[in-house]
């Protein structure tokens, strides 16, 4: 086949899905077809340093298991499987790799400086996929915390207030130290800090929605809701913190909601709405006896 043929047909798998990790794997099945024909063995791998970031065979999984090595493992690994042939996949920028070809019979019949090319255009090729799902993940999660941004968050709570069930929402604000921010009590850091509590609990699912801000949404009930806010006041005693029932919330007006509470919150206040009991434990307990009764001394 030649080189033109394989394009148009690359370019006929693009234009039915959108560029991604799926497009990258019809790739590479395509790619394994012409390199090592119908019944070839063929394994593409791509890293970014250590990390896997790509990874496509056609032998079994636990065969395939023996080619998720560094680079500098493959010529050993060769040696081991030596009906193997490697070609390095090393000229791509942001990622390299290899693919591994055993056992091939019949293939794609290309001289070998063909075959240079044609492993050119297929990197090309994944790499625009690769980078498409990178981007994709970066408009979605928050690139510090690592958290789901806003736009997940207003999804999530809509799924919540349309169901009609019971759902809590808690926004925690942290101070902005902008004369010192990249120290252990940076903003950012404080909200990784937070960010590592949340991604360890289980049902529970924490957004950073403002550079300052991170929202907690839970099912279920209240107490709950008030076990994670006092472990933030624990963690965190000087973060500003909201908490209100989703019930009777309109999907369209969460946003606003947060933004109208947060602004009459001062630095290391707690906010609760009047619909949502009072949480009977004994850091507020303690607050309110030494303080104003809102948590802030």
Not at 270 to 297: A, H, M, V
Request: glycine letters at 8%; proline letters at 4%.
């Amino acid at each position: 086949m030649q080189i033109t043929s394989i394009i148009k047909k690359l370019k006929e798998l693009a234009e039915k899905s959108p560029a991604g990790e799926e497009l990258a794997m019809e790739a590479a099945a395509m790619l394994s077809l012409l390199m090592a024909g119908q019944d070839g063995r063929c394994t593409i791998h791509l890293l970014r340093g250590d990390t896997t970031v790509f990874f496509y065979s056609s032998l079994p999984d636990d065969e395939a298991g023996f080619w998720r090595c560094p680079l500098p493992a493959v010529e050993e690994r060769c040696r081991i499987r030596n009906d193997s042939r490697a070609f390095v996949l090393s000229d791509m920028g942001k990622y390299e790799g290899f693919l591994i070809l055993e056992e091939s019979q019949g293939g794609s019949g290309l001289a070998s400086e063909d075959t240079e090319n044609l492993l050119w255009i297929f990197q090309l090729f994944w790499c625009t996929c690769l980078l498409a799902d990178e981007s994709e993940k970066n408009f979605f999660t928050d690139p510090v915390t690592e958290l789901p941004g806003i736009a997940v968050f207003k999804q999530a709570a809509s799924r919540i207030i349309a169901s009609g069930q019971e759902g809590y929402l808690v926004v925690a604000r942290v101070p902005v130290y902008l004369e010192r921010p990249y120290s252990e009590n940076s903003m950012d850091c404080r909200l990784q800090e937070l960010a590592g509590y949340f991604r360890e609990k289980e049902g529970i699912t924490a957004y950073r929605i403002a550079a300052d801000m991170i929202a907690i949404l839970t099912d279920g009930e209240k107490g709950t809701a008030l076990d994670h806010m006092q472990k933030i006041m624990l963690l965190l005693p000087e973060t500003s913190l909201f908490l209100t029932s989703l019930v009777h919330m309109e999907k369209e007006k969460v946003l606003t909601k947060i933004q109208e509470e947060m602004g009459k919150l001062g630095e290391g206040s707690t906010g609760i709405e009047t619909s949502c009991p009072g949480p009977r434990l004994p850091i507020f307990i303690k607050d309110r006896n030494k303080g104003d009764g809102n948590g802030k001394n």
